[in-house]
C-alpha cells in the first residue's frame, strides 16, 4: 500500500492511465504474493462482487480472496478511464489467473479507484468474473 500511496503523491503529474498502471502492478503482485497486503487498498464501504457473490469491507473481501488459495494472474489488456468529477478513475482488466496451480481461466476485473485524500486512492468498487467458454 506505501507504493500505491507513494505513486499517488504524484496524482497532479500522474495521468489516469499512470496511476491505473501503477495500482493494477501493485493489485496484483500483492494478490499473487500475499493477499494480506492488499487490504488497505479497501475502506468499509468498499464492495467486492466476486462471481455474483458480495463483499463489503477489508476483512470480508481478503477472506473471499484467501479461500481461492494461491493464485497466479497473467494481465492481458487493461482499460482505463476517469470517472465522476475526476477523482475517481475506472479501471477494467483482463487476463488468466492460475488457481492452486491448475490450469489458467480467462478473467476480467472492474475497478472504481476512488480518491480519499490528496494523491490517495482506495478501491471502492471491484467487480471479478471468470470468463468460461460460451
Known sequence: TDQL???NRYQ???SA???????????YAGKDSNVDSIAGLYQPNSMLTFEGVQHQGPADI???YKSSGPVKHTIKTMDVQPS???SAIIIFVTGSIQISGDNPLHFCEMFQLV????GSYYVHNDVF??????
Open 115 to 118: 480518491s480519499n485524500a490528496p
Open 129 to 134: 468474473r471468470l470468463n468460461y467458454g460460451l
Open 17 to 27: 492511465e499512470d496511476v491505473a498502471k501503477a495500482f493494477t502492478q501493485h493489485f
Open 84 to 86: 465522476t468529477d475526476g
Open 12 to 14: 497532479a503529474t500522474m
Open 5 to 7: 500511496r507513494d505513486t
Open 62 to 64: 481478503i477472506a473471499k
